[in-house]
């Protein structure tokens, strides 16, 4: 079992010199949204290459940054770059940005990725609020960061998603008249996109949506008492099910055009929070 405080301690204490305030709800952006960070009021933010050891994202689309932003009264902490298991890095360095929310007493996290679709009623654009996960091949990473299983542990994803957050999300869909889809997404470690072969059992098995991202972080923020929801924004078909080759180009591409019902998805739900 890794100890994260002990391990980011100096990255802790460096946040905590610079924050404006205490954050009361976390949203990290994935690949094609970061965009969000910009349309509201940011008070301060935080490269993270000025942070020591941060990992660096490699990937386009992260740029980097922690945010302390400001919408509709509440106080946010936004994470514009995540770190990816497929980018070589180890778990624990993975659900880093989820840790220093915890930390900084964030009580409400909502995760968000590109992921490719897998059920033939998901189509590119289409944003699907995450009802479960399907991850059974990231369990032995996830014991680094808690060690033996207590019974608190072996419960802790009983309580994904948050009833209260999902419900607040489903309200503020309706209320901006965006069709928010609901499914299972499924976890796949990378670092290549799946076979079409492997989407065949995918769908057989449930997955709705695949990608490679936002399950430990899920986990990590539940152990850490945090509620917690999760949006997938549908980029691409996944493997087989169309003639384009995948590439992450075509992610970002659809990302951008999904952006502005993204954008006001997320800010309705703050308000509503």
Request: some cysteine.
């Amino acid at each position: 079992m890794i100890n994260l405080n002990s391990k980011y301690r100096q990255i802790l204490e460096r946040i905590k010199d610079d924050i404006p305030f205490e954050p009361e709800i976390c949203i990290v952006l994935g690949s094609g949204l970061g965009d969000f960070a910009n349309k509201i009021e940011t008070i301060k933010s935080i490269s993270t290459s000025n942070l020591p050891e941060y990992p660096v994202s490699t990937i386009p689309g992260h740029k980097g940054y922690l945010h302390f932003s400001k919408y509709a009264d509440k106080k946010l902490f936004v994470v514009q770059g995540r770190i990816h298991f497929y980018e070589g890095y180890k778990i624990s360095e993975c659900v880093l940005p989820i840790h220093l929310a915890a930390k900084l007493n964030c009580k409400k996290i909502i995760l968000t990725n590109a992921a490719g679709g897998v059920n033939p009623n998901l189509i590119p654009g289409d944003l699907m609020l995450i009802r479960s996960f399907i991850s059974f091949n990231i369990k032995k990473e996830l014991t680094e960061l808690v060690g033996l299983a207590s019974i608190d542990i072996k419960n802790s994803m009983l309580d994904f998603p948050s009833e209260e957050l999902n419900e607040i999300i489903i309200q503020a869909a309706l209320q901006e008249k965006i069709l928010l889809r609901e499914g299972n997404y499924w976890y796949t470690k990378g670092p290549n996109y799946e076979t079409p072969s492997e989407i065949k059992m995918i769908q057989k098995f449930g997955g709705d949506a695949v990608g490679m991202s936002t399950v430990h972080e899920a986990f990590y923020a539940n152990i850490m008492k945090m509620k917690v929801a999760a949006i997938s924004c549908i980029t691409n078909y996944a493997a087989g099910l169309s003639s384009i080759k995948l590439s992450h180009d075509e992610v970002i591409e659809t990302a951008e055009k999904a952006k502005s019902k993204f954008e006001r998805l997320i800010k309705k739900s703050i308000e509503l929070m």
